[in-house]
């Protein structure tokens, strides 16, 4: 708590000094880069202290989570150091605001969606009711599209000379192709079309 308070605290006066600095033209004063260059180092001195005490711990959840939260405090040390300065040195006011949106989402959005992870992960291994059905509706998402792009795959090069793009090639003068129904490996057809002999072994994928 006293960490994220002292964190807004820095963020407000920094974006009100640089609001200051914009409106008289004049450069940003540098211990406000000072501050997010040091606020960096302690990022990167936290990673460090937590990822010698993540192998120490009793379980692989909280040593995968102890890794996790240094590598995030690794990014951030890197972004306080060598990127957010130069940004807030060339950046105008929305680019605050672009800021603060992110930083709400990332503490929003990114526990969140940690916690249910963990939560639906933990339920698949469960003995519950409906464990199939439960499985089948979380791996659906995953499964749709490539199921959908298959059918739609399917339909455009159909071997039927009525198929979409037999379809195509007869408007244009040219004869329908077997396409998924031909046994011929693509090689071979391509072979045939320059009038060459190609071998079995390189006939390629029908």
């Not at 950046?91 to 603060?100: E, F, T, V």
């Not at 499985?135 to 490539?146: S, V």
Request: negative net charge; charged residues 10%; glycine residues 8%.
């Amino acid at each position: 708590i006293v960490a994220a308070a002292l964190g807004w605290f820095t963020y407000s006066e920094i974006q009100l000094a640089y609001a200051e600095a914009l409106e008289e033209g004049e450069s940003l004063a540098i211990w406000a880069q000072m501050v997010t260059i040091s606020a960096g180092f302690v990022l990167l001195l936290l990673s460090w202290l937590i990822w010698r005490t993540a192998a120490q711990r009793d379980s692989n959840l909280q040593t995968g989570l102890r890794f996790f939260a240094a590598i995030l405090l690794m990014i951030g040390g890197w972004v306080l150091i060598s990127e957010l300065p130069v940004v807030i040195a060339e950046g105008d006011k929305d680019w605050w605001i672009s800021l603060r949106t992110t930083i709400f989402y990332v503490i929003g959005a990114l526990p969140a969606e940690l916690f249910f992870g963990l939560v639906l992960a933990t339920l698949l291994y469960q003995e519950i009711k409906a464990k199939g059905l439960f499985r089948m509706i979380f791996f659906l998402p995953y499964i749709t599209p490539a199921v959908g792009a298959a059918a739609v795959f399917k339909v455009l090069f159909s071997g039927n000379p009525t198929g979409t793009i037999n379809t195509v090639l007869a408007s244009v003068g040219l004869q329908p192709l077997g396409w998924l129904n031909e046994p011929n490996g693509v090689n071979q057809l391509i072979g045939e079309a320059l009038k060459l002999n190609i071998p079995d072994w390189a006939a390629g994928p029908s």
